[in-house]
């Protein structure tokens, strides 16, 4: 049988096939309050072979070789971290974990090509190799065991974007399948979270993501920005965004919460926050918390530190920068991802001047329903607009 087409969550037979495999696992933990670790392990291996097979067989090539290669470097990491040169160690380890995403990042600018590294998937596996040789570093991983290392990078409904869990979370329900009470609260869940998922993904993100946003491009490419189409394309492009990203992250969650996993969720209400730093804890937020425990905190650890700064403020706006700035190249080493990063930095620097104003000197400015309702009105304004310069159309009607 040929699975070329059933990439994750993106093809009807890609759901009949999962309900089929994963229904005696359902009744495992239903019946017996079980989770046979043997029968997860063969659906993993059938679902990546599913995911990889015909057209991707490269890809699925490259997958195995990247799954040795981190699970050999982190092996080797835990046995050598404490040297007495430890950062070295860990600075060479965290560098070795990029490097493969580095690669397919950089090669097609050198080349025109996709590196022979790359998979679907590979980004978010490489996050998960990062956050072992941290939490390794800080003592929160104290025992190495490979083969649970690797159901952790190939927990198959997360596997190609997420959402992006914890290792030491995971651990836990690994070894600890949930009592049939609880087992049951996760079934509803995942229940509704797949029915939630099916509307935003092949309901609303379709209508809007397949009839609407041709159109509107078009009429923006044909007039320009100079006109009501701006506008059109700007919220049509967000909510698109919004609707077939969280609804793929739903199939994921739901997908884990039948498996007995409370894989972390990955949108809560986005476009109701009220301000960008609101919005980056309801967006993306696996990515996100990634980004900011991983990078940000310790960036700005360093900085502190190290003194390098002597304001804290100023410190934590080259935090910012920073960190929106990778953000963006992370996306894709291309103009708009820079500036739509970059954008962001901007943002949150300019709400946090404006939380130190109303401190300092906000004292009679008024706080109510209104204030607030304006304040979410301007944030999800000022993120269409990122989503905007995110989409590329600026590049098309600029640059081409």
Same mark, same amino acid.
């Given at each position: 049988?040929?699975?070329?087409? &059933?990439?994750?969550?993106?093809?009807?037979?890609?759901?009949?096939?999962?309900?089929?495999?994963?229904?005696?696992?359902?009744?495992?933990?239903?019946?017996?309050?079980?989770?046979?670790?043997?029968?997860?392990?063969?659906?993993?291996?059938?679902?990546?072979? +599913? @995911?990889?097979?015909?057209?991707?067989?490269?890809?699925?090539?490259?997958? +195995?070789?990247?799954?040795?290669?981190?699970?050999?470097?982190?092996?080797?990491?835990?046995?050598?971290?404490?040297?007495?040169?430890?950062?070295?160690?860990?600075?060479?380890?965290?560098?070795?974990?990029?490097?493969?995403?580095?690669?397919?990042?950089?090669?097609?600018?050198?080349?025109?090509?996709?590196?022979?590294?790359?998979? $679907?998937?590979? @980004?978010? &596996?490489?996050?998960?190799?990062?956050? !072992?040789?941290?939490?390794? #570093?800080?003592?929160?991983?104290?025992?190495?065991?490979?083969?649970?290392?690797?159901?952790?990078? &190939?927990?198959?409904?997360?596997?190609?974007?997420?959402?992006?869990?914890?290792?030491?979370?995971?651990?836990?329900?690994?070894?600890?399948?949930?009592?049939?009470?609880?087992?049951?609260?996760?079934?509803?869940?995942?229940?509704? *979270?797949? /029915? !939630?998922?099916? $509307?935003?993904?092949?309901?609303?993100?379709?209508?809007?993501?397949?009839?609407?946003?041709?159109?509107?491009?078009?009429?923006?490419?044909?007039?320009?920005?100079?006109?009501? #189409?701006?506008?059109?394309?700007?919220?049509?492009?967000?909510?698109?965004?919004?609707?077939?990203?969280?609804?793929?992250?739903?199939?994921?969650?739901?997908?884990? *919460?039948?498996?007995?996993?409370?894989?972390?969720?990955?949108? *809560?209400?986005?476009?109701?926050?009220?301000?960008?730093?609101?919005?980056?804890?309801?967006?993306? !937020?696996?990515?996100?918390?990634?980004?900011?425990?991983?990078?940000?905190?310790?960036l700005m650890f360093t900085l502190i530190k190290k003194k390098v700064f002597k304001s804290r403020i100023v410190?934590? *706006?080259?935090?910012?920068?920073? &960190?929106?700035? +990778? !953000?963006?190249?992370?996306?894709?080493?291309?103009?708009?991802?820079?500036?739509?990063?970059?954008?962001?930095?901007?943002?949150?620097?300019?709400?946090?001047?404006?939380?130190?104003?109303?401190?300092?000197?906000?004292?009679?400015?008024?706080?109510?329903?209104?204030?607030?309702?304006?304040?979410?009105?301007?944030? /999800?304004?000022?993120?269409?607009?990122?989503?905007?310069?995110?989409?590329?159309?600026?590049?098309? $009607?600029?640059?081409?």
């Open positions: 049988m040929n699975f070329e087409h &059933l990439i994750p969550y993106a093809n009807p037979l890609y759901f009949i096939w999962l309900a089929l495999a994963i229904l005696p696992l359902i009744l495992g933990l239903l019946l017996a309050g079980k989770r046979w670790g043997w029968y997860q392990i063969l659906l993993t291996v059938v679902f990546i072979y +599913i @995911s990889f097979s015909g057209g991707y067989w490269q890809q699925g090539v490259a997958l +195995i070789g990247y799954v040795i290669f981190q699970t050999v470097l982190v092996y080797a990491y835990h046995r050598y971290r404490t040297q007495k040169n430890n950062s070295w160690v860990f600075y060479s380890a965290v560098a070795a974990a990029i490097l493969p995403l580095f690669l397919v990042k950089v090669t097609p600018l050198f080349s025109g090509q996709a590196s022979l590294f790359n998979f $679907l998937g590979i @980004s978010y &596996l490489t996050f998960k190799s990062v956050q !072992m040789i941290m939490e390794m #570093r800080d003592g929160l991983i104290k025992e190495y065991h490979p083969a649970r290392y690797i159901q952790f990078l &190939l927990f198959f409904p997360t596997i190609s974007s997420g959402p992006i869990d914890r290792y030491r979370r995971f651990e836990k329900e690994l070894l600890h399948a949930p009592t049939k009470e609880k087992y049951l609260q996760f079934l509803e869940r995942g229940v509704w *979270n797949i /029915f !939630m998922g099916f $509307l935003y993904k092949f309901i609303l993100g379709y209508y809007l993501g397949q009839v609407m946003l041709p159109a509107v491009t078009k009429e923006l490419l044909n007039h320009g920005l100079f006109s009501w #189409r701006f506008f059109a394309y700007m919220y049509v492009y967000s909510l698109y965004l919004f609707f077939d990203f969280a609804g793929y992250s739903l199939f994921a969650v739901g997908v884990s *919460n039948l498996m007995g996993y409370d894989t972390p969720v990955n949108f *809560n209400k986005p476009f109701l926050a009220a301000s960008i730093k609101d919005f980056w804890n309801r967006w993306h !937020m696996s990515l996100s918390f990634w980004f900011r425990d991983y990078i940000y905190m310790r410190a934590s *706006n080259v935090g910012y920068f920073a &960190l929106f700035l +990778i !953000m963006g190249i992370w996306h894709g080493l291309t103009w708009y991802y820079v500036v739509y990063g970059l954008y962001h930095a901007l943002l949150i620097c300019s709400n946090d001047a404006w939380i130190r104003f109303k401190k300092k000197r906000g004292k009679h400015l008024p706080s109510n329903r209104l204030t607030k309702a304006f304040s979410t009105v301007l944030t /999800f304004h000022a993120v269409c607009l990122s989503f905007l310069i995110f989409s590329g159309v600026l590049d098309q $009607l600029f640059f081409k």
